[in-house]
């Protein structure tokens, strides 16, 4: 065995006649790439589609900033107002919270950051993986560049880019460090999946009581909690569906609470109206003091909601979003914001539930309703973004694996997570029944925002100088502006963490120890795996027998390695008496990219000499793809696999070289190669003609002598016939799935953290976690698991 990490592309050195021969029977898959790469366009949306979607992302999207009036007011003076001036202080930084966040920042700077539509922590994340060398999970190729999906930039050696870039990749702990970063910004989003169905619905409902005075909150609490499992028990129907169910009801809340808004301005006070000079917020902070500042808490609700607009973009694309919030949201929350002032300015001791008491009473009750189910549209912005941020975070190895349901035959990036939805509804029900007060919950909730918007600020900066190349002043810009604000409501968070704000903490610290932990574990997986790869010298030396009887069939090995034979399949060769007749090694990769196009999902190539009948798979996915069933994977591998073998043997005979190029062109118009099965003739799954000499670029043989063209196309064609149909008569006798079931433990002389990490936290994660028989929906009957222990 062999305890190399890897095959370093891009270096000189010489390797040995070890790696040579490792590199000769068992290739990189450069060729195969190229081949494959084809041109791939994001759909463009009609007009038409586009209101519809600006429409419907009012039901996903806008809930959560649309709700906060219920109770922003509140949260900002929780022990009253002293001075009606300070109304006028509280909405001047309400309105300009909202311009400088969610419009200036969000709408119109990060929406613009998206991984092709995908928005989040970890869209960001990949972005930067794509444009520096960060990720953690060293099985990244450069054939994974040539992608279509896999857009960078490229900049100048000596660019502050290019600075910034080596800045990140020379040690590993900065990349560590950034990934903690993006896990945390994570955790937080989370906990906005707890906390703000908790807020929101508790608010909503605590309007019985402005009616009926002398009810318990008991009653309260009771009802918050039986539209939260109404709630939660919805999610398995999808965000289209949701999305069509409470679109109607989010226009028509934003509607009145705007229309309302206008009423209270004309009847109580437009006087309100010079809140939108900034001066006021200076006398608010200099009459108020320590008072004023610790009040931000209660500003920064009217912004909650924002990173979870970002988090949904994978349902609705970034014009949609963008349509729906400076048309509709932003001017009726300017509206609805400045009436309840109006109101308070004549009525300063209704604060504790102003924005009921500046209903009309002949609409009270209509409003009621509305604004309950403007509460439940709330929590199904974050709930949506829980789910997407969490599908992200599973395709970069950073969750646990969890089912993943995708509900839309038409957009990806809508999905329903079974068990992460009932873990957050009792997460929800816990915390709705726990504090019983929307002024703690509400300090719980402002911490978790303004620790998310603070993950952003920083990943954004990043994304400027590498991605968008921007010029360091413009960077610096968004940089001290964006902290400034935030860091300024995060300071006065800081003092509320006694009063519910370590809620949102500690969620966060428990979801970023199971995040670490289980990236940690596989990564140590990996790498283990990578030092015990088997050398293609002791596989020849087996002979092609391997030494053992080959059987008829088909044995899919399925291995977390992109090049090289895993240590699994020696394990399984020395303990059993026989192996199939052909083997494939398979590989399913996640890429930092959102999707793969389907023609450049599977690159194939032979292992060894072809006797050996030795084929390595790799299967490359992005992070808003979904598997298909086992069946359609295993029939689009085979597809691939054979057009391999029919390609190969072109190549033999228009040389006779021993290494070899494959190209071709990829039009719409291109015949279909035809297969033989079983007698019947069958479509591969590609779309790949050769019919010139052109297309076939034979690369200089290492063996001595010229390369020259032979005629022996006959030959090479009945070479070929003979290989297929061993192949199909291979498939057909049987494919068996050999899964390692691989048990990790922490060496002896380990650090105890590292051992309760592993041994305990990691392993538990395993036991609960869905098994990859299940992901690939592997019949019970057709597999075959292959136990080992790794020390790590």
């Known amino acids: 065995m062999t305890s190399r ?47 519809r979607l600006a429409f419907q992302s009012l039901g996903v999207v806008y809930g959560d900033l649309g709700t906060s009036p219920l109770y922003v007011f509140y949260n900002t003076f929780p022990h009253g107002i002293d001075d009606t001036e300070d109304v006028i202080g509280a909405l001047s930084l309400i309105i300009y919270s909202l311009t ?55 900049f100048h050696e000596h660019s502050f880019a290019a600075k910034t870039k080596r800045w990140l990749e020379a040690y590993p702990f900065r990349k560590n460090s950034l990934l903690i970063l993006v896990v945390i910004g994570t955790c937080t989003v989370i906990g906005d999946g707890i906390l703000t169905p908790a807020i929101s619905v508790l608010s909503a409902s605590g309007g019985i009581k402005v009616d009926h005075p002398k009810m318990s909150n008991d009653v309260v609490v009771v009802v918050a909690v039986i539209i939260l499992v109404g709630l939660f028990s919805l999610q398995h129907y999808g965000t289209d569906r ?33 809140a939108f000079s900034p001066v006021y917020i200076y006398r608010y902070f200099r009459r108020r003091k320590m008072e004023g ?186 940089t001290v502006l964006s902290l400034v604000v935030e860091c300024t409501y995060f300071s006065a968070v800081l003092f509320k963490v006694d009063q519910g704000g370590w809620v949102p903490l500690v969620i966060a610290a428990a979801f970023l120890v199971i995040m670490y932990v289980w990236h940690y574990g596989t990564v140590k997986r990996y790498e283990f795996e990578m030092h015990s790869k088997v050398s293609m010298a002791w596989i020849l030396g087996l002979g092609p027998s391997l030494g053992l009887v080959r059987v008829p069939g088909i044995g899919l090995v399925y291995t977390e390695l992109a090049s090289g034979v895993p240590h699994i399949f020696s394990h399984f060769i020395t303990n059993l008496p ?75 005979g228009c040389s006779d070289s021993d290494e070899y190029s494959l190209y071709g062109q990829q039009t719409q118009n291109s015949a279909d190669y035809l297969l033989r099965n079983n007698g019947n003739l069958t479509t591969a799954n590609n779309d790949f003609t050769c019919s010139t000499v052109d297309s076939i670029i034979p690369v200089k043989s290492t063996n001595q002598g010229n390369s020259t063209v032979t005629s022996s196309g006959r030959e090479s064609s009945q070479a070929e016939v003979d290989e297929m149909e061993f192949l199909i008569r291979c498939r ?8 390692g079931n691989t048990i990790v433990r922490a060496r002896r002389d380990s650090r105890f953290y590292k051992k309760i990490a592993i041994d305990y936290i990691y392993a538990f994660l395993r036991k609960i976690c869905r098994e990859n028989s299940v992901i690939f929906n592997v019949p019970h009957e057709s597999l075959l698991n292959v136990g080992q222990i790794f020390y790590v």
Not at 32 to 47: C, D, H, I, Q
């Open 5 to 51: 990490m890897g095959i370093d592309e891009d270096s000189g050195e010489t390797k040995g006649g070890m790696w040579d021969l490792d590199q000769k029977l068992d290739q990189p898959m450069d060729e195969e790439a190229g081949r494959l790469k084809n041109m791939y366009r994001e759909k463009k949306f009609s007009a038409l589609l586009l209101l």
């Open 100 to 154: 400088l966040i969610p419009l200036l920042k969000y709408v119109f700077i990060v929406c613009r950051a998206n991984d092709n539509g995908q928005g989040g922590t970890f869209a960001l994340y990949s972005l930067l993986c794509r444009h520096a060398k960060i990720k953690t999970i060293p099985n990244q190729h450069r054939t994974d560049e040539e992608l279509t999906t896999y857009s960078r930039s490229t």
């Open 242 to 274: 949701v999305g069509w169910l409470f679109a109607p009801v989010v226009l028509l809340w934003f509607l009145l609470v705007g229309g309302i808004g206008i009423f209270n301005i004309w009847k109580y006070d437009s006087s309100v109206l010079r």
């Open 293 to 478: 500042w610790t009040s931000l808490g209660g500003i920064m609700l009217s912004i909650t909601g924002t990173e979870a607009l970002f988090a949904d973009l994978a349902h609705f694309p970034v014009s949609a979003i963008q349509l729906a919030f400076t048309v509709i949201v932003f001017p009726c929350l300017l509206l609805t914001y400045t009436g309840q002032a109006a109101y308070l300015m004549q009525n300063k001791e209704h604060v504790v539930d102003a924005f009921y008491r500046s209903i009309p009473d002949s609409i009270y009750w209509p409003v009621f309703v509305i604004a309950t189910l403007a509460a439940i549209v709330a929590s199904q912005a974050t709930i949506s973004a829980t789910f997407s941020i969490i599908k992200q975070a599973l395709a970069h190895g950073c969750f646990p694996r969890v089912k993943v349901v995708h509900t839309s035959k038409k957009f990806l990036g809508q999905i329903y997570i079974p068990d992460i939805n009932w873990i957050l509804m009792v997460l929800c029900i816990a915390v709705t029944a726990g504090f019983r007060n929307q002024s703690q919950i509400g300090n719980a909730y402002g911490t978790a925002v303004v620790i998310v918007m603070l993950v952003t600020t920083f990943l954004m900066t990043l994304i400027m100088l590498l991605v968008w190349r921007c010029h360091w002043v413009l960077v610096l810009l968004f």
């Open 578 to 652: 026989a192996v199939h007749s052909v083997v494939v090694f398979v590989c399913v990769k996640y890429l930092p990219v959102y999707t793969v196009p389907e023609d450049e999902r599977f690159l194939v190539k032979r292992i060894g000499p072809k006797n050996f009948h030795m084929f390595r798979c790799v299967a490359r996915y992005g992070y808003k793809d979904l598997h298909k069933k086992d069946e359609e994977f295993e029939k689009k591998l085979f597809d691939n696999l054979f057009l391999f073998v029919r390609l190969e043997n072109m190549m033999e």
């Open 732 to 739: 057909d006798a049987g494919v068996v799935h050999i899964l």
